[in-house]
């Protein structure tokens, strides 16, 4: 292990990026792309995202009370080798106000993704993932929880269209009395000349009582990338189920800071799309 790194990274020391790197995000939609950068690769990915929740006893980290929640998620991803990328994230620091304020830092996200079929004429490209969440620090309205979560992840290139599907399971509170949620997502994006694009999606969360209520809309973001390597999103999305979220808004950006090494040429080169997907925001 220790030879192959010293081979990797002997290719191509650690540098910033040029327009040879570009970004692979999951901003700003719920469904996130199959495809991975080349081993070497860091990509950051963060936001802001303001949601209006909807009655009392919606939202699995919210009080009955809360009604508006700003979090910050953010997301670092470092592929290893073409079909091994590590993952750690957040949804990060979560406010809400009403009767029972909340202010705390949300669970931490530890993810191995394994990509196994590279997108072809007639084949999409596909991956998997499992991803832990373990509990951070104590806070004001925090339920400390251990969870886990699998994705399977489609993506495909249709003309202009690139659409990623993702189909997921989640199991909360590990630590007590397991609740099984699933999820269905469905992304849509078009390039729009120059360097600005249009996303949409469809995803629905199904009920996991009491822990996460079912969720879901319909949404729709703008995004523009002044380089391969840096991509801005802006948008919202519509709620299905009022009571448990009328709607969301957020911003954010997906980079890649740095290349760190460089494997063999032609190691997993990625597809030409420069419109995220977004961070799932759980």
């Not at 040879?20 to 999951?26: A, F, R, V």
């Not at 969870?147 to 489609?154: L, R």
């Not at 694009?197 to 009920?207: D, K, M, P």
């Not at 709620?239 to 709607?247: I, K, M």
Request: a negative charge; aromatic letters at 12%.
């Amino acid at each position: 292990m220790a030879s192959a790194w010293l081979t990797a990274s002997s290719v191509r020391a650690a540098e910033t990026p040029d327009d040879g790197d570009k970004t692979l995000p999951c901003r700003p939609t719920i469904a996130c792309t199959a495809d991975f950068v080349p081993p070497g690769t860091l990509e950051v990915e963060s936001g802001a995202l303001f949601r209006s929740l909807g009655a009392p006893g919606a939202g699995a980290n919210a009080s009955a009370t809360a009604t508006r929640q700003w979090t910050f998620p953010f997301l670092v991803k470092l592929t290893l080798v073409p079909w091994l990328q590590l993952q750690v994230g957040s949804n990060g620091f979560s406010a809400a106000t009403g009767a029972e304020p909340e202010s705390y830092f949300d669970n931490a996200t530890l993810t191995a993704k394994f990509h196994v079929v590279d997108q072809a004429r007639w084949m999409p490209s596909i991956s998997f993932s499992g991803e832990a969440s373990l509990p951070t620090f104590r806070g004001e309205g925090y339920t400390r929880t251990y969870d886990a979560f699998f994705v399977a992840y489609v993506t495909k290139d249709l003309g202009p269209v690139h659409a990623d599907l993702n189909v997921g399971w989640n199991l909360w509170n590990l630590d007590a009395a397991p609740a099984s949620q699933g999820l269905v997502a469905l992304a849509l994006s078009v390039n729009l000349p120059p360097a600005f694009g249009v996303v949409g999606e469809a995803y629905c969360f199904s009920n996991a009582p009491p822990v996460a209520p079912r969720d879901g809309g319909l949404l729709f973001a703008f995004t523009h990338s002044p380089r391969n390597w840096l991509i801005f999103d802006v948008g919202g999305d519509i709620g299905w189920f009022p009571s448990s979220r009328a709607y969301s808004l957020f911003i954010g950006m997906s980079v890649i800071p740095a290349v760190l090494w460089q494997g063999a040429t032609g190691d997993n080169a990625p597809h030409d799309r420069s419109l995220p997907p977004y961070d799932a925001i759980r």
